[in-house]
């Protein structure tokens, strides 16, 4: 799962219209980056994006129809989880990638997530992209459920993933400090080891 906040999307022709895009996300992105979202204007974004504004405000309506767009092109990204042969690895190449996400757009990141606790709008759309990105990378678990790295019992794949990234953005975001290069793989060691050990086992109750 890359870094739901990494909002590059691919580039596919599509004429003027993709172009305008492209440079309006762009700019909504650098804006973010540079004064975080309380000083996100459409002005600011058309400007920047040098787009007339008219053309920003038909299309986006207001800040949130930005952040929401934001959002939505990362869903956009045409990526595929991790595919190492195990569990810890595909998990260490996972966090490796949110760690590098983090480290290069550490402040857009950052802007986006406080943009969504003062946008409904945005927040609903966040809320989305990481469902969808959890979705897409509980095939890691099913995997390794197959090769019998865990147990045969129904293994709760959200879970595992969210204990084995969240550190992560507990050291990056939260506390700010400075990348460590092992963080990735001992996270994902953590959440294999726990996950053995039928911690994200998920027990169904039996019928009366």
């Known amino acids: 799962m890359t870094d739901p906040l990494d909002t590059t999307p691919d580039r596919r022709p599509g004429g003027r219209t993709a172009r305008v895009r492209t440079q309006v996300l762009d700019a909504v992105r650098a804006e973010l980056a540079e004064g975080g979202h309380e000083r996100l204007t459409m002005e600011g974004v058309a400007k920047r994006a040098g787009v007339h504004r008219a053309t920003v405000y ?17 869903g ?20 490796e990638e949110i760690q590098e996400s983090l480290v290069v757009q550490p402040s857009f990141a950052v802007a986006l997530m406080a943009a ?35 147990p045969a019992q129904h293994t709760d794949a959200r879970s595992l993933l969210i204990a084995a990234t969240a550190p992560l953005y507990h050291q990056l975001v939260l506390l700010r400090a400075d990348p460590d290069p ?27």
């Open 58 to 74: 038909r299309r986006w309506r207001d800040v949130a129809g930005l952040l929401v767009d934001v959002i939505d092109a990362a």
């Open 76 to 95: 956009e990204i045409d990526w595929q989880p991790p595919d190492t042969g195990s569990l810890l690895r595909d998990l260490t190449a996972l966090n």
């Open 116 to 150: 969504s606790f003062h946008s409904e709008q945005a927040a609903q759309a966040q809320t989305q992209l990481w469902t969808d990105r959890y979705a897409q990378c509980e095939i890691l678990v099913e995997r390794a459920v197959e090769r019998g790295e865990l």
């Open 182 to 208: 092992r963080l990735p793989e001992r996270a994902a060691e953590a959440a294999v080891l726990a996950a053995a050990a039928g911690a994200f086992t998920a027990r169904r109750e039996e019928s009366v």
